[in-house]
């Protein structure tokens, strides 16, 4: 619904479908601006993601 279309914007994997939707469908590069925050998004949860795995890789055996 357009009324809820900009809370959509906000949601960083909406920038995720709109690219694979326009890969599959041929419809055009999306805008620089929406993969720049494709990639500053990835950027932050890779780096969220190594601080997890660091903070817990001794740990990991014992919770498996």
Avoid: C, D
Avoid at 29 to 39: E, T
């Amino acid at each position: 619904p357009p009324n809820v279309s900009k809370w959509f914007a906000l949601n960083p994997f909406h920038q995720l479908a709109m690219f694979f939707r326009a890969a599959l469908s041929g419809e055009g590069f999306p805008s620089a601006q929406a993969l720049a925050g494709l990639v500053a998004f990835s950027l932050f949860m890779l780096l969220i993601g190594v601080k997890v795995f660091f903070k817990t890789y001794r740990r990991t055996p014992e919770l498996l």
